[in-house]
């Protein structure tokens, strides 16, 4: 095979990101941000006024969603019925209630089918919380990317400008409900596949990462 695809799954802040980004650079593959899928769904729903509990409504907005992922060269751009929403589906109002809107199910079919098809050509590079074990259950290379919860709300303090301040042990305390709902939802839950590669990150750079699942990737062709 010349091309394969790699699942990189893990809880909130882990660096999936970063990392994905970087190995799809390195390897000529194209970058999937499948949290910003779930994100750019929060957002439309938010603004219709439809809570996570109301399934019949949003099950409606599912069926017409128009949500397209444009690569670029520094990662993805996020297209929502034609408005550029990359930006938005960062702010914290998305980023504490992505998680209610992910535990439905009609959510999860819909983006998943979205998923697996941008994949099915192989060459991509995937993050988010299920894809090693629903989305792309023969992705060729899995990783399961943490670190401890501290050093995961450290560096996203680390990122946080005058404008977007968060006291650290609140930042704390959000990721660590968001890897709880995340974990404990009926389904597809958090957790790592069985055949994944568990790389904890508290101790390494994003380059030793990115290198060593670069070399990961290589083996497997
Ligand atoms: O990766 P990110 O932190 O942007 O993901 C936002 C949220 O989207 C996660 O906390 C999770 O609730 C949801 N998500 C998911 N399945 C994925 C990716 C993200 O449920 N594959």
Do not use: C, W
């Amino acid at each position: 095979i010349d091309r394969i695809n790699i699942a990189i799954d893990g809880p909130a802040g882990a660096g999936k990101s970063t990392v994905a980004r970087k190995v799809a650079a390195e390897l000529s593959y194209v970058y999937v941000d499948t949290g910003a899928m779930y994100r750019a769904v929060t957002l439309l729903a938010q603004r219709n006024g439809i809570g996570p509990e109301q399934a019949a409504d949003l099950h409606k907005l599912i069926e017409g969603l128009d949500l397209k992922l444009q690569p670029t060269s520094t990662g993805q751009k996020i297209m929502l019925h034609n408005e550029d929403v990359t930006e938005l589906i960062r702010s914290r109002e998305v980023t504490t209630q992505v998680s209610h809107y992910a535990a439905n199910e009609y959510v999860r079919q819909k983006l998943g089918d979205m998923q697996r098809e941008l994949a099915s050509h192989k060459g991509i590079v995937m993050d988010g919380r299920d894809i090693g074990t629903h989305v792309l259950p023969d992705a060729e290379l899995k990783i399961f990317l943490t670190a401890s919860v501290k050093e995961r709300a450290r560096r996203r303090h680390q990122e946080l400008n005058d404008s977007n301040y968060v006291p650290l042990e609140q930042l704390e305390a959000e990721i660590a409900a968001r890897d709880k709902l995340d974990e404990t939802r009926e389904i597809a839950p958090l957790i790592q596949a069985e055949d994944a590669v568990f790389l904890d990150t508290s101790h390494m750079t994003i380059e030793e990462v990115v290198s060593y699942i670069v070399k990961l990737g290589q083996s497997k062709l």
